[in-house]
Nanobody, 116 residues
Framework: QVQLVESGGGLVQAGGSLRLSCAVF????????MAWFRQAPGKEREFVAA????????GYADSVKGRFTISRDLAKSTVYLQMNSLKSEDTAVYFC?????????WGQGTQVTVSS
């Protein structure tokens, strides 16, 4: 069973930075795609960034390109989301997701609040 545990959220001023972590447990294959999603109050959950667990290729939502960076540390079995130049519209609960063969696993989420 895959388990994901996010951490690193908090309150930050606009223009500041945060790094989110997603500790990954129970992966039985390298053929996973790891992703970050976010959900603001009253809005749909939306894609933020993704990384291929084995090869490291990445993809980003247009709204975060150039500001956020997704990475993974295979030795620590952890996925990171470095968030720079944060804006008030980045305020949301951020979720980590692992996907393989159409099966999704989600973490519990971590709150990011950006004050203007």
């Amino acid at each position: 069973q895959v388990q994901l545990v996010e951490s690193g959220g908090g309150l930050v001023q606009a223009g500041g930075s945060l790094r989110l972590s997603c500790a990954v447990f129970g992966l039985t294959s390298s053929r996973y795609v790891m992703a970050w999603f976010r959900q603001a109050p009253g809005k749909e959950r939306e894609f933020v960034a993704a990384i291929n667990w084995s090869g490291g290729s990445t993809g980003y939502a247009d709204s975060v390109k150039g500001r956020f960076t997704i990475s993974r540390d295979l030795a620590k079995s952890t996925v990171y989301l470095q968030m720079n130049s944060l804006k008030s519209e980045d305020t949301a609960v951020y979720f980590c997701k692992a996907e393989r063969s159409g099966v999704d696993y989600w973490g519990q989420g971590t709150q990011v609040t950006v004050s203007s």
